[in-house]
């Protein structure tokens, strides 16, 4: 059998298998007990969140305060409360407070000194973020 008398895998395949991908990886990730140095965070996603955390300021806590204490604190990555839904978060490694003190991984900087398996959620997020409305 030869590359051609494969069956193509849909996008819906394709989005599942990268799904199931990211989840594996930020349950690893959540296994880490101490705190990755915080990369920063992307021009645009700055912007966006800004905006949100002053059109909505008690649903996120603002935007420069979570910022503040990633990078004093260092960041953690988390689950939800389904964890095979997709939804993981970063937040400061000192909050237990998922709701005021999220981000999304795509939001964060790569960088090149950056955690391998954190670089590869990031990106895991972004693409998944690109091929459907999770």
């Known amino acids: ?9 849909s996008p819906e395949e394709t989005r599942e298998q990268k799904k199931a991908k990211y989840i594996i990886l930020a349950r690893e990730l959540n296994e880490v007990r101490e705190g990755f140095p915080f990369p920063g965070i992307n021009e645009e996603s700055y912007d966006r969140l800004k905006e949100v955390a002053e059109k909505y300021p008690d649903y996120t806590a603002p935007i420069d305060e979570i910022i503040e204490r990633c990078k004093a604190q260092g960041i953690k990555v988390v689950l939800g409360k389904n964890p095979n839904s997709g939804n993981v978060f970063i937040m400061p490694f000192g909050s237990d407070n998922i709701e005021m003190d999220n981000l999304f991984p795509r939001h964060l900087k790569i960088i090149a000194e950056m955690d391998e398996k954190l670089k590869k959620l990031i990106l895991l997020n972004q693409e998944l973020k690109s091929i ?3």
């Open 1 to 9: 059998m030869n590359q051609f008398d494969q069956p193509s895998h």
């Open 132 to 134: 459907s409305f999770y």
